[in-house]
């Protein structure tokens, strides 16, 4: 085994006390010495997702946030709402870390994969936003030859998220898709998916803009939810792509509700006669962000009776599916990491740029378009 010791590395920490007060800082920590089947990856490229915005601030936000020192020395600290902590109360006085996934090159390794030393890999699990990771095998993959880590860093939760959708669409007898905040990464490459795989997609946006990026891409089917013929438009997609299953990014107000209703007029289009209950045809719609955090409005007239409306996450999702599905979707990725699967990115910044409050708020945004690579081995003079 290749000795770990005298590895020191940085990591960002967020930790709540029991008294409701958010804490984020950098901490300085011993990489552990790899058993015999684990890597030490040196991180050089990690993505900020929204769901790590969700590790990171948990139910807080940035309004009143005071920030303190600079450099690997940054403090932030908030006020989490006392009507939240009851929820959380499991990560309460947690020191937790931070970052679904990865990329880097193994620069330690145990006796079993002592061949992997050198290699490029990425790395999915949490705690990436880091220096060092230590990973087992289920955690990572090697990249193809010539991908870097900056290539490597996004090949996880959009990409196994974006060909989740596929799968669970094929597995519940489903034919085409509707999805939400379709201008993002993850709908970018939903749609060079369907588009490869012959499927009917139908992207909601919510600008001009947005609409023309992704018909500039190919996409058949894009509605704008700020436009004045938005349900029309919806109805009409709908009816010619057949999609009974949505995936929605935004969650909060009633878009999901109107996915709903739209698929529930498209499908009365080609109904034979009048029937009481609506159409018989399964309508469904999952939840799988948090983009709006506001509550989930609707309106079930409109929907008949065949319907659903529930959560999706991608690591349940991926064990229902099994494990065979979730290694061909992974071998899918490393094959199109550079076409398909490819991610752009807003900035690149440090770690300890991570905390700056310029740079918080801009991130925290969500904004459709905007990804953030941080580079954890740069900027930390």
């Given at each position: 085994?290749?000795?770990?010791?005298?590895?020191?590395?940085?990591?960002?920490?967020?930790?709540?006390?029991?008294?409701?007060?958010?804490?984020?800082?950098?901490?300085?920590?011993?990489?552990?010495?790899?058993?015999?089947?684990?890597?030490?990856?040196?991180?050089?490229?990690?993505?900020?997702?929204?769901?790590?915005?969700?590790?990171?601030?948990?139910?807080?936000?940035?309004?009143?946030?005071?920030?303190?020192?600079?450099?690997?020395?940054?403090?932030?600290?908030?006020?989490?709402?006392?009507?939240?902590?009851?929820?959380?109360?499991?990560?309460?006085?947690a020191?937790?870390?931070?970052?679904?996934?990865?990329?880097?090159?193994?620069?330690?390794?145990?006796?079993?994969?002592?061949?992997?030393?050198?290699?490029?890999?990425?790395?999915?699990?949490?705690?990436?936003?880091?220096?060092?990771?230590?990973?087992?095998?289920?955690?990572?993959?090697?990249?193809?030859?010539?991908?870097?880590?900056?290539?490597?860093?996004?090949?996880?939760?959009?990409?196994?998220?974006?060909?989740?959708?596929?799968?669970?669409?094929?597995?519940?007898?489903?034919?085409?898709?509707?999805?939400?905040?379709?201008?993002?990464?993850?709908?970018?490459?939903?749609?060079r998916?369907?588009?490869?795989d012959?499927?009917?997609?139908?992207?909601?946006?919510?600008?001009?803009?947005?609409?023309?990026?992704?018909?500039?891409?190919?996409?058949?089917?894009?509605?704008?939810?700020?436009?004045?013929?938005?349900?029309?438009?919806?109805?009409?997609?709908?009816?010619?792509?057949?999609?009974?299953?949505?995936?929605?990014?935004?969650?909060?107000?009633p878009?999901?509700?109107?996915?709903?209703?739209?698929?529930?007029?498209?499908?009365?289009?080609?109904?034979?006669?009048?029937?009481?209950?609506?159409?018989?045809?399964?309508?469904?719609?999952?939840?799988?962000?948090?983009?709006?955090?506001?509550?989930?409005?609707?309106?079930?007239?409109?929907?008949?009776?065949?319907?659903?409306?529930?959560?999706?996450l991608?690591?349940?999702?991926?064990?229902?599916?099994?494990?065979?599905?979730e290694?061909?979707?992974?071998?899918?990725?490393?094959?199109?990491?550079?076409?398909?699967?490819?991610?752009?990115?807003?900035?690149?910044?440090?770690?300890?740029?991570?905390l700056?409050?310029?740079?918080?708020?801009?991130?925290?945004?969500?904004?459709?378009?905007?990804?953030?690579?941080?580079?954890?081995?740069?900027?930390?003079?």
């Amino acid at each position: 085994m290749v000795d770990g010791n005298g590895l020191r590395g940085l990591e960002l920490r967020s930790r709540i006390s029991t008294g409701g007060v958010l804490e984020l800082s950098l901490h300085e920590v011993a990489v552990p010495t790899p058993e015999a089947d684990e890597i030490i990856v040196r991180v050089e490229a990690t993505p900020i997702n929204p769901s790590d915005i969700g590790v990171l601030l948990g139910p807080a936000g940035l309004d009143g946030a005071g920030f303190a020192g600079t450099g690997t020395n940054a403090v932030v600290r908030t006020q989490v709402p006392a009507a939240a902590l009851p929820a959380i109360a499991a990560r309460l006085d947690a020191s937790l870390p931070v970052g679904n996934e990865g990329a880097g090159t193994v620069v330690r390794a145990g006796a079993d994969v002592v061949d992997l030393l050198g290699k490029r890999v990425a790395v999915f699990g949490g705690a990436m936003w880091a220096q060092y990771r230590r990973a087992k095998a289920a955690e990572y993959m090697v990249l193809p030859a010539g991908a870097t880590p900056r290539d490597g860093a996004s090949w996880y939760v959009n990409p196994m998220t974006a060909l989740g959708f596929v799968e669970t669409m094929r597995h519940e007898g489903h034919t085409a898709l509707v999805h939400t905040a379709a201008a993002s990464n993850l709908g970018q490459m939903l749609n060079r998916i369907c588009l490869a795989d012959g499927i009917g997609l139908v992207n909601i946006v919510r600008s001009a803009q947005q609409a023309a990026l992704l018909r500039g891409q190919g996409a058949a089917h894009v509605v704008d939810s700020s436009a004045s013929d938005f349900t029309a438009a919806l109805t009409a997609a709908l009816a010619e792509t057949g999609a009974t299953l949505g995936f929605d990014a935004v969650s909060g107000g009633p878009l999901a509700g109107q996915i709903l209703a739209a698929m529930e007029a498209a499908a009365r289009q080609t109904a034979s006669g009048y029937h009481h209950y609506g159409s018989d045809r399964h309508k469904q719609v999952y939840l799988y962000g948090r983009l709006n955090t506001g509550p989930t409005t609707f309106e079930r007239v409109p929907l008949g009776f065949a319907w659903g409306m529930g959560g999706w996450l991608l690591r349940p999702a991926l064990k229902k599916l099994g494990a065979e599905t979730e290694a061909r979707l992974r071998a899918r990725v490393a094959s199109e990491l550079k076409t398909t699967f490819a991610s752009h990115y807003t900035a690149e910044i440090s770690l300890a740029d991570a905390l700056r409050p310029d740079i918080m708020k801009a991130y925290c945004r969500r904004a459709t378009g905007e990804k953030f690579l941080v580079l954890p081995q740069q900027g930390l003079g």
